[in-house]
């Protein structure tokens, strides 16, 4: 039987970070660029409903990952719950639909402020949280990881954070959206690097298995600099500080690429995902202060 910390690290608390700093992001866009009044009764029901979202997929993950092969004994990432006989997957799977049953009774109170564009973006978001690695077309094993990070982590969670404060649809929403989501995905794209050995043994067709190394290493190198580069947007809307805040954390990302580009995937990858995630929050923080 698992013990709680086993749980705990079933969650994958270091990926939580792609959950919050959308969240922020969008509240402090909504609020900069909106004309209602901050609600930190909205923010925190947001930031509850899609952190479990994230926690539902990563368990949902661990699960069918096993399931369907993928995990192995040769994985070079962190210990999965369900991959080392900790807990069955079906345990696993409950977990993950009761997750989900706390993400649903979260949004409530944003269906009941924003009505139906919260049903809008919520029933795919429920469904693809199983579906990046489940049903029919999983999203993860068909080199889609990265799609769908950029949408439901930049763009949506972004943007719909961004109407739950402010209850407008607003181009800077879009546009925080595009550097979250770029930054966020460049943890999936460094963890299929590292993975790609294994994926391609196992028939993951990441876009790491699919097109190669080096073709992994520009994408990170353009993610990177691309999450930096639509931050003119703010300048141009004389926001100055939205772009040139955020910059004092892109000598992280350039370390993270020169590290890329010079160190063979495997184990140390694992520090360089951690790096990435502590890239995304201070990203997520300089660009919420430059807004406040």
Same mark, same amino acid.
């Given at each position: ?12 608390? +270091? ?10 992001? !969008? ?11 901050? @609600? ?20 949902? #993950?661990?699960?069918? @990952? ?60 429920? *469904?693809?949280? *199983? ?19 950029? =949408?439901?982590? !930049? ?21 925080? !959206? ?12 460094? #963890?299929?690097?590292? @993975?790609?050995?294994? @994926? ?16 992994? +290493? ?34 992280? !990302? =350039? ?13 140390? *990858?694992? +520090? ?21």
């Amino acid at each position: 039987m698992a013990s709680f910390a086993e749980w705990v690290l079933a969650a994958r608390p +270091k990926t939580l970070g792609a959950a919050v700093a959308p969240v922020f992001t !969008g509240f402090f866009i909504g609020s900069a660029l909106g004309s209602q009044r901050v @609600d930190w009764r909205l923010l925190g029901f947001t930031l509850g409903s899609t952190l479990a979202l994230q926690i539902a997929t990563n368990f949902f #993950n661990d699960a069918l @990952d096993f399931r369907q092969g993928k995990d192995t004994a040769a994985r070079l990432g962190p210990v999965r719950i369900t991959a080392s006989g900790a807990a069955r997957p079906e345990t696993v799977m409950i977990a993950g639909w009761l997750t989900l049953a706390i993400a649903i009774t979260l949004s409530l109170p944003l269906i009941v402020a924003r009505g139906l564009p919260i049903v809008l973006i919520g029933i795919p978001s429920l *469904y693809f949280c *199983y579906g990046y690695t489940g049903g029919p077309m999983p999203l993860a094993y068909r080199g889609l990881g990265e799609l769908f990070v950029i =949408l439901f982590f !930049g763009l949506i969670a972004v943007t719909g954070s961004a109407f739950v404060q402010s209850g407008e649809w607003m181009v800077g929403g879009m546009v925080g !959206g595009l550097q979250i989501g770029c930054l966020s995905t460049v943890l999936i794209a460094i #963890n299929n690097l590292r @993975d790609q050995a294994e @994926d391609l043994q196992t028939g993951k067709r990441t876009l790491a298995v699919r097109f190669g190394q080096r073709f992994a +290493k520009i994408e990170i190198s353009t993610l990177i600099l691309a999450g930096h580069a639509f931050g003119l947007y703010w300048w141009k809307i004389g926001l100055i500080q939205g772009f040139l805040l955020p910059l004092a954390c892109l000598p992280a !990302g =350039l370390f993270l690429l020169l590290r890329i580009w010079t160190t063979a995937p495997g184990p140390t *990858y694992n +520090k360089l995902l951690a790096l990435s995630g502590m890239q995304l929050l201070l990203f997520a923080a300089l660009l919420c202060m430059a807004l406040s």
